[in-house]
């Protein structure tokens, strides 16, 4: 690859990388419904779409470290978890990109929706006292924790349309813009 392909394919990366950062944390602070984030979508999608896969990994980090300072925050052991799973879909995204169509980037995303449930409400149970750490606390961790799953799997699943499906309209728009003539 030339020297100048290579730079401006890192430039263009390193925008879409700042772009997908500054778009989390802005969703984050702003008003939402609970649950309802782009991170781990914009986690995954920057795995499938960066031309350096192994950047992803810092969009879902760095937006919630950044966010994460205008936020109350929570036990660093219930953040660690978090940021471990907020990460997944990053780390799994690289690991499916051989596949194309829909179905691996839903079941992806699908996936890393119901690991982040499981691990973030496991840590909740196990280190926020809110519970006792009784298999009867952690069932009410979990029962407790419903309402909130499906808005992650459905919001986690929503914004990875708008991204891909984005990316999708501004590959194919001029072409479909043609065909409208």
Known sequence: MQPSKTRADLMMDLALVAFLIGFDVTARLLPHVPGILPVAASGLFAARILRMPALAVIVPLAAM??????????????????????????????VSRRWRGALPIVATMLSCSLVFFVTTNFAVWAFSGIYPLTMQGLTACYIAALPFMEKTVLGDLAWTGVLFGGAWLVQHGPALAKRAL
């Open 65 to 94: 470290a950044l966010s994460g300072f205008g936020l109350a925050g929570d036990d660093w052991r219930i953040s660690l978890v978090v940021y471990a799973a907020i990460a997944l879909p990053a780390l799994a995204g690289m």
